[in-house]
């Protein structure tokens, strides 16, 4: 993620900021410019701001934001819908009359923005489905349901899953005592909100870029053939876990379920780096490796062998600092060659750079 500094005192913010803690300015995020901004009121609800560039146009608040203080983007004001471009993909919300389901929903929404920065930052497209019916995007965000009345602990489970461009994702992820236990008793070495929404991010995209792509034999070259049995992949992977060895072709055991998830567990990771590598680059991070100080530059635009590089060195040095603070490491993983390619892969494809299987392959 870009480094973001209040437009009026230097002071540096949060992604998440509403307000400059330093000089109390209101801000907003501009998603046509990536960018945090003061904002000032402007008359009737609308706002200027002083992002760079953004001088001359006028926003109002989300009404998520406006409403909830549940969100802190801007909506152009030429634009007609009351949301922001991330919140007018929302579906279904819970119920909000519950505190906790609140506090839960704010989290969700702030794991969604993250994602929907990243998309932007690829320039891949985010059409919500309340405008395209057919290929557009949607979330929903649901809690388990009592089945009975009489039997309050019976409930029907939610499944965080996507299917025809809605992804659904249970509530209870956002919970942190509940996904921790999820993670452990599932033997995952990360899981988090964040990590759902790319992971899922990436079933969309397959319906969006690959399943009508002519080059999708490419992308079966390198993932597998999506046409195998889905159903029974999964069966089977609950039943019998990933092959010995998963590990020098699968990102995690998950991916080794069905060319489906690899190409979802892959195509998050590649969204984990590629938003690690621009907050430590956009802060001018520098780490020493082998006698030789690499300066971090922000990974858009960039083959991927230099990304490659850059991960690797920022890899060890984010494990490294969780450690010093007695945390757990943020990337457990290790990258072989096989996952690099695939990784490789999802860069180009997504550059729509079809010279990608020469240039992998
Ligand atoms: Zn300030
Ligand atoms: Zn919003
Ligand atoms: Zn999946």
């Known amino acids: ?55 001359d146009r006028l926003y109002r608040k989300c009404a998520n934001y406006q409403l909830e203080n549940a969100c802190n983007w801007m909506v152009p004001a030429d634009e007609t819908d009351g949301f922001c471009c991330a919140c007018r993909l929302n579906r279904i919300i ?7 389901n609140r506090k839960l929903w704010v989290k969700m929404e702030a794991a969604k923005r993250r994602l929907i ?37 019976q409930v029907a489970r939610i499944l965080t899953g996507h299917a025809d461009g809605v992804i659904t994702i249970n ?36 319906d969006r ?14 993932f597998g053939d999506e046409r195998s049995n889905y159903q029974l992949a999964l069966q089977n992977y609950y039943q019998t876990g990933a092959p010995i060895g998963w590990e020098s072709s699968f990102v995690t055991p998950y991916a080794a379920s069905h060319p489906w998830e690899d190409w979802a567990e892959t195509w998050a990771h590649y969204l984990h780096i590629m938003a690690t590598l621009e907050t430590a680059s956009a802060a001018g991070l520098q780490i020493r490796n082998r006698a030789q100080n ?34 757990a490491d943020p990337y457990p993983f290790i990258l072989s060659d096989a996952i690099t390619e695939k990784l490789s892969f999802i860069h180009h494809w997504i550059r729509k750079d079809r010279e990608v299987a020469q240039l992998v392959g």
């Open 1 to 55: 993620m870009k480094n973001f500094h209040c437009q009026k005192c230097g002071e540096r913010l949060f992604f998440e900021n509403t307000l400059c803690l330093s000089c109390s300015s209101a801000l907003g995020f501009l998603p046509d410019f990536t960018e945090l901004a003061v904002i000032e009121p402007a008359g009737d609800q609308e706002f200027s701001t002083l992002a760079k560039g953004a001088e």
């Open 294 to 327: 690499r300066v971090l530059a922000s990974p858009f635009g960039r083959n991927f062998s230099e990304i490659r590089e850059d991960w690797h060195a920022l890899r060890f040095v984010v494990n490294s600092l969780n450690r010093s603070m007695g945390m």
């Open 209 to 222: 870029l690959v399943r009508n792509d002519p080059g999708i034999d490419q992308v079966r070259a390198i």
């Open 171 to 206: 509530l209870a992820e956002a919970d942190d005592a509940v996904r921790e236990k999820t993670r452990m008793n599932m033997g995952e070495a990360y899981r988090t909100l964040l990590g759902h929404f790319r992971h899922e991010s990436a079933h969309y995209y397959w």
């Open 117 to 153: 920065y990243g998309l932007l930052r690829l320039e891949l497209p985010i059409v919500p489905k309340s405008v395209d019916l057919q290929n557009g995007l949607a979330f929903e965000f649901l809690a388990d349901q009592p089945t009975t009345m009489e039997q309050p602990d």
């Open 94 to 100: 819970p119920d909000l009359s519950g505190l906790e």
